[in-house]
């Protein structure tokens, strides 16, 4: 199973991009990469998923680099509502491996 | 569409006393687990199951125990209730199918456990 590790904590402010990075060394060749998010007293909520390269959505994007063994998470002009704890997941979704194990997590303090 | 539905939302135990919590999600969802979080933590997997008729451990199953008898239900079972057992447990599903978020997991709103 791919371990990830993320910073901690990360502070911010209304307006900038900020990137969380995760990085995942054993990675295997079937594992996808996701991220979450989770607001307190909420269940996580799926936020963007790659396997390489970069992917975009209206949210986020997601660029992992051709070795596959980090990903980082850019959130564009963050706002206070982005204060969250933000989850990297990697799994292989469609296969053997069907533990979801999630990291520490980033929590995010965005400051007006 | 109701996702997926947890029952109790809130619960108060005594030490040593068994409760069942419910998991119920719509979405004809191969994939469901369970997960727990302690305050100001991050989550923790107890069980999880590929379908109806199997399960398997996560990384603190101790204390608990599931069953699947159904797609749509996945119940989490814990006996003798114990302090350490406080915290907020998260059901959650996903398809197995291919497709751009296919690791999307779907959580229910949480059941928030303190055992006095």
């Known amino acids: 199973l791919a371990k990830t590790t993320q910073p901690i904590s990360m502070d911010s402010y209304e307006g900038q991009e900020v990137n969380i990075t995760c990085s995942h060394n054993n990675i295997a060749t079937n594992d996808y990469i996701t991220w979450y998010q989770q607001f307190p007293s909420q ?3 799926f936020i963007i998923q790659g396997y390489k390269t970069k992917v975009t959505n209206e949210v986020a994007s997601l660029f992992i680099p051709a070795d596959r063994k980090s990903s980082t998470l850019s959130l564009p002009r963050v706002s206070l509502s982005d204060t ?3 989850y990297c997941l990697v ?3 469609g296969g053997a491996t069907n533990k979801l194990i999630f990291g520490t997590g980033t929590l995010l303090a ?3 | 569409n109701a996702g997926v539905t947890q029952t109790p939302k809130f619960r108060i135990l005594k030490i040593g006393q068994s409760m069942t919590l419910q998991c119920t999600q719509d979405m004809n969802h191969n994939y469901m687990y369970w997960y727990r979080q302690d305050p100001g ?5 107890i069980y999880y199951s590929v379908g109806a008729g199997i399960t398997d451990k996560g ?3 101790n204390g608990y125990n599931v069953s699947r008898s ?5 119940p989490l079972r814990l006996e003798l209730a114990a302090p350490s057992q406080t915290s907020v447990y998260f059901c959650a ?3 197995g199918t291919s497709g751009t978020r296919t690791g999307e997991l779907f959580f229910g709103e949480g059941s928030r456990l303190t055992v006095l």
């Open chain 1, 43 to 45: 269940g996580p909520r």
């Open chain 1, 84 to 86: 969250a704890v933000y």
């Open chain 1, 91 to 93: 799994g292989n979704y």
């Open chain 1, 110 to 112: 965005v400051q007006p």
């Open chain 2, 41 to 45: 933590m991050g989550l923790k997997l």
């Open chain 2, 59 to 61: 990384e603190v199953p």
């Open chain 2, 70 to 74: 159904t797609t749509e239900d996945f």
């Open chain 2, 93 to 95: 599903s996903r398809s």
